[in-house]
Each structure stands twice: as C-alpha cells, then as structure tokens.
C-alpha cells in the first residue's frame, strides 16, 4: 500500500472538487511521493527495528510496596491541641481519626491512624476517602497504618470524561484521531521508553527511538496519511535532530550531569544503571516533539492553503507563509517561557529571596539544566519553521494558472 494518495493529471472532460486529504496536483507530485517515501521509509523502518530490538517488557513494581499500601475512608476524626514544638513552622493539627479500610491489607476492619503533619501533609476529614501506608513495625509500639494522600481517582475520572467530551464534541472525527494519536503517544512512554530506561537502555537513543514512534504514528493519524502530513514528519524529524544535537554539544560544554535536585540524586541511587545525563537529554527530545509537531503540521497546512489556487510562484508562497510562522513562533516561544515559569514557580521564589548572586543562582546545576531545556528547546521550534515551510513549498507542485491545487479529480458527468 503506498504512503501517499495517487494524484490524477488533468484531462479534457473532468472537474476538480476540493479534498484536503490528497496532494497539491502538479508535474512533481509523482517524483515529490517518491523523495519522500524514500526519505521516511528508512526512517520508519529504522524505528520499527529499533523498537524491537530495545522493547523492554513488562517492568512489574516489587510486590512488597503494591501490598503496603491501603485504601480507606475516614469515618471520625478526634482532635487535641498541639504540644509547644508541634506549632514552631505553623499551625498543625494533632489528635487521631478512625478509618475503615475499603481496599488492600486489613479490608473490611477500621483502624486509628494519627492525624498527618508537615509541609505538604494532607488535611483529614470525615467522609474523605485516603491512600495508608501499611507499616506495623516501622515504629515500635506506633501506629500500624500511616496517612500519605488523598484518593483523586473519580474527580480525576470526571475530569478526563468532561476534557474528552469537549474535544469530540468541537473536532469530531479529528477530534477522535487526535485522542487516539494520544493514546498512542502514552502507551508508547509507559510500555516502551519508561521501562527500557528503567532497564538500563540508553535513554538518549530511547527517546529518539520513541518519539519517532510517537510522531509517525500520531501525525499520521491525527492528520491524515498525505504529502503535507509527510512534510510535517520530515521537518519534525529535522528540527529533532538539531535540537539532539544542540543538546549533546552543551550539555557537555556546560559540564552537566543531570543530578540537580533530590529527585535526581535518589533515581541515580536507586537506579544507578541509568544514565542521568542521558536522561537530561531524553527529556529534551520528548519535550521539544509535544511543540514542533503541532508548529510543523500547521506551517505544512499554511503552505497547501496559500498553494490551493495555483497563482504566484514557490518562493511567494514560501515567503507568505514565512510571515504566518514567525506570528506562531512569536506566540508559541511565548507559551514555553510561561510553561516553564508556571511548573518553577517555587524555584523562582527561592531565586527571588536567596541571599546567593543571581549569576551563581543561575549558573547552578539546577538552573542550567532548565535554561538548556528552554533554549535549545525554542531555537529547535524556530528552526522547524523555515525548514518544514521549505519544503512544504517545494512539494507544492504548480500546475497551470488557474489550476487549483490540493484537489481531487473526478470525470465530469
């Protein structure tokens, strides 16, 4: 089956209707389906090999931290006051509640667990439904369950149901391939890169192996299986490759080693067969795929729009839909910078009221890292535009005047 919908020549006797699922008509079409086919076969093929080659299997958490935790449902809670060094970083309550287990080790019993304190402790009320720690010899003589969270699993529910209802109800069929092309995208991070990673598999060639699964499958999808979705593959794929490359060369000139934080310093103990610089990297490519795809698709989509009539010559196109891909950036660099800024936002405070230099705080491992994820991040998304907007343009075949492109042809009746 071939990659890319046939075009048809123009004959005495026919019509042109409008379709956005073919090719722009023109004498380079049939050569333009063959570069590119030429160009992502081996691509897509490498992909599909590699795949088989790092899939991990099945990953199965340790069996003695699935039966430690518990589920239940608060059912009284007794409160006393706090002694004196109980109140010294805040208000903190003290005292009890009684708790029905629903789930896991002890169902069907209550128990009496002590109210949670610290920063980050959740608050316990009657009829709230919350995650135990099952731990009887922890703590000598202490308590045999531990309050951790709050059960989120049904507003969680609704709120998915609410989110995937507004999406199929504004983009309908596309609106469905989109969500497929999301499943898709998740089933490839929990099945495949998170467990390769996690079984020692290079993380760096993990992620550009998945995020090329991810992008075939999900562009293609979501967008249809056509010249301009293929050129939105192939500027992704260059853009990705650049935004590796940048990656590699300064994450080794600003000697990083992807430990920053405790996060990273725990994963590196407890996974110490896990490239953490590695990982930085991973993590640079999967992040950059979530923008450039949807820059990508919508410059391709410029470019067969501006093309459809058949006027002017490639490089007014080109130029046209330049000016509509700077505006996009313009915004989209925009929406990193706040993405950014709003996941920092306790890290921004520290910088704001520590007693460090700014140019130390900033040269900081921490700090650099999301300064490298940020810039090389956005010179990739700039970067995606010129290049898919080119070729887009090239594909764009021009037939004669008035001839209108990106059309199907059927005989006239």
Same mark, same amino acid.
């Given at each position: ?8 020549r123009?004959r ?5 209707t409008?379709?956005h699922?073919h090719a722009?008509?023109?004498?380079s ?26 899939w991990?299997?099945? $990953? ?7 039966d430690?935790?518990?589920?239940g449902?608060?059912?009284?809670v ?7 060094a109980?109140t010294?970083d ?15 080790t002890?169902t ?7 109210l ?7 608050v ?15 703590v000598?003589?202490?308590?045999? @369950? ?18 995937v209802?507004?999406?199929?109800l504004?983009?309908?069929? !596309? ?5 497929? %092309?999301?499943a898709?995208?998740?089933?490839? &991070? /929990? &099945? ?7 079984? +020692?598999?290079?993380?760096l ?29 192939? +500027?992704? $794929?260059a853009s990705?490759?650049?935004?590796g490359?940048l990656?590699?060369?300064f #994450?080794?000139?600003?000697?990083? #080693?992807g ?5 990273? =310093? @725990?994963?590196?103990?407890v996974q110490?067969?896990?490239d ?11 992040g ?10 919508t410059?391709?989509?410029t470019?067969?729009e501006?093309? !459809?009539?058949?006027s002017g010559?490639?490089?007014?196109? @080109? ?11 313009? =915004?989209a660099?925009?929406t990193i910078v ?12 520290i910088v ?9 705080? /900033?040269?900081?491992? @921490?700090?650099?890292?999301e300064?490298l !994820? %940020? ?7 700039v *970067?995606?535009?010129?290049i #898919? #907007?080119?070729l *887009?343009? /090239?594909?764009?075949? !021009?037939g ?5 492109a ?8």
């Amino acid at each position: 089956m071939s990659w890319f919908p046939e075009n048809h020549r123009p004959r005495h006797g026919v019509s042109a209707t409008h379709s956005h699922r073919h090719a722009p008509a023109g004498p380079s079409s049939r050569h333009t389906r063959r570069l590119l086919v030429a160009v992502l076969g081996p691509i897509a093929l490498a992909t599909l090999i590699a795949m088989i080659v790092l899939w991990p299997g099945q $990953v199965a958490p340790p069996g003695s931290a699935q039966d430690a935790r518990a589920l239940g449902t608060v059912v009284s809670v007794t409160e006393r006051q706090c002694p004196p060094a109980g109140t010294r970083d805040g208000p903190a309550r003290c005292g009890q509640a009684d708790v029905r287990i629903t789930d896991g080790t002890g169902t069907g019993t209550t128990t009496t667990v002590d109210l949670p304190q610290g920063p980050g402790a959740p608050v316990v009320r009657v009829g709230d439904d919350i995650v135990l720690l099952h731990a009887p010899d922890a703590v000598p003589g202490g308590r045999a @369950y531990t309050v951790v969270d709050q059960q989120r699993a049904m507003p969680m529910i609704w709120m998915l149901v609410l989110a995937v209802a507004v999406i199929l109800l504004f983009g309908r069929w !596309r609106g469905l391939t989109s969500l497929a %092309g999301l499943a898709i995208s998740f089933a490839v &991070l /929990l &099945l495949f890169i998170i467990p390769a990673i996690v079984q +020692g598999e290079s993380p760096l060639l993990v992620a550009v192996v998945g995020a090329s699964a991810i992008m075939f499958a999900a562009l293609y999808l979501t967008h249809g299986v056509n010249v301009h979705t293929s050129v939105a593959v192939a +500027g992704t $794929v260059a853009s990705l490759v650049l935004t590796g490359v940048l990656g590699v060369v300064f #994450t080794a000139a600003m000697h990083l #080693t992807g430990i920053a934080g405790d996060d990273d =310093s @725990y994963l590196s103990v407890v996974q110490g067969n896990i490239d953490m610089r590695g990982l930085l990297l991973a993590g640079i490519i999967i992040g950059a795929l979530g923008v450039l795809d949807d820059v990508t698709v919508t410059q391709a989509a410029t470019v067969a729009e501006l093309a !459809r009539d058949g006027s002017g010559s490639r490089l007014e196109v @080109y130029r046209a839909a330049i000016r509509i891909g700077r505006a996009h950036v313009a =915004s989209a660099v925009n929406t990193i910078v706040l993405a950014y800024a709003g996941g920092s936002l306790p890290l921004l405070l520290i910088v704001a009221t520590g007693a460090q230099p700014i140019s130390q705080v /900033l040269t900081s491992e @921490y700090l650099a890292q999301e300064i490298l !994820r %940020g810039a090389v991040g956005t010179i990739g998304l700039v *970067a995606s535009v010129p290049i #898919t #907007t080119a070729l *887009a343009a /090239l594909v764009a075949g !021009r037939g004669p005047r008035g001839e209108r492109a990106h059309s199907t042809l059927r005989a006239a009746p």
